[in-house]
C-alpha cells in the first residue's frame, strides 16, 4: 500500500471489503453431510463479496477503488493483477505475510444453487490503519460500500467515516449475523440483503414478497434511509422512510446456469447507479441492477459472468 493517499483521486465507488479466490466446483447436486459426490467441472477464479461488488460496479463504468488486505502469495499478486486489468484502484490494496490470501470453497449444483464455505484469512487483517490510509478516497467518493467479510468492527469504522462525511453507503450484510450492531444500520443509506439475510437480522422467515415487506419495516425501523431484500427469482423489494410501502421488483425469468454472486452484481450495479444517477429514483435503480444480475446467473462463475456496459442493452444507462 502506498503511504502517501492521493488527495487529488476521486473514485465514484470505494469499496472496503474482501477478497477470496473462489475454488469452484460443479456437482449434479449439493452433497449431504458426510457424503462423498463426484463432480464434473472445477476451477479457481476471483470472488469475495467486497471484491465482486467493485468488479461489477467497475465494469459498467464507474472509477472504483478497492480498500482490501490479500496475502504475499500466488493468491494475492493475482488478485491485485485482477483489480489491475479491470482499472480498478490498487492503491489501497494491503499485501500481508501474516494471514494466506482469503479462499471459498463453492459447490454449484446443476440448477445453479450453491453453497459456499469462506476462510477469510488475510481479509480479517484489515485495520484502522489500513483504513486511515483510505480515509480521503472514502470521504471524496460518491458511494462506499461494505459488507460482513472483514473484521465487523472495520466495516462498521468505514461506513462511519463515509457517513459522516456526507458520503452515501450502501451495506450488505453478508454473511450476516443476527446480533448485528445496531449503528450498522445509523450509518447506512441503503441496507441491501437476501431473503436469508433478512431473515437471520429480523427473525421473520422470508419465503414470499409478503414475509420479505415485513421484515423490511423492521430493518427500517432500525434505522436505515432504505432497505432492498434481493428475492432470487421472485425478483426484489424496496422499501424506504420516505415511501414505506413495500415495493416489489419483479425480474425477467431466464434459466440459472450459476447464481454464485448475483447479489454482488446487484449491489456492484446499485453502487454504480446511485454514483453516476443520483437523481434517479431507487425504484429505477433497483430494477436495473436486478436487470444486470439477471445476466451474471446466465453463465458460469462469479467475476467471470458479470457483464460490462458494451455488453448491456444501451437503454440501462
Ligand atoms: O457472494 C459470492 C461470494 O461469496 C463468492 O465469490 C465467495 O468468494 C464468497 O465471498
Redesign the pocket.
Known sequence: MSNSPSATAVHDVVVVG?????LVSFAPRLPKPGETIHGHKFFI????????QCIQAARLGAKAAMVCKVGNDTFGENYIENFKSNGISTEYVAQTSEAST???S?TVNDDGQ?E?V?VAGANLLLNSEDLEQASNAIRCAKVVVCQL?IQTAISLEALKIAHDAGVKTIFNP??ATADLDPDFYKKTDVFCCNETEAEILTGVEVSNVEDAGKAGSILLEKGCSAVIITMGVKGSLLMSLENQTPCHIPTRKVKAVDT?????SFVGALAFYMAHYPCMELEEMSRRACDIATVSIQSQG??TSYPSRAQLPQELF
Open positions: 474482501s477478497c477470496m479466490t473462489d477464479g476471483f470472488g469475495g463479496k467486497g471484491a465482486n482469503g479462499v471459498a463453492i450453491n459456499i469462506i467479510e453478508a454473511p454464485t454472486g448475483a447479489g454482488d462469479t467475476q
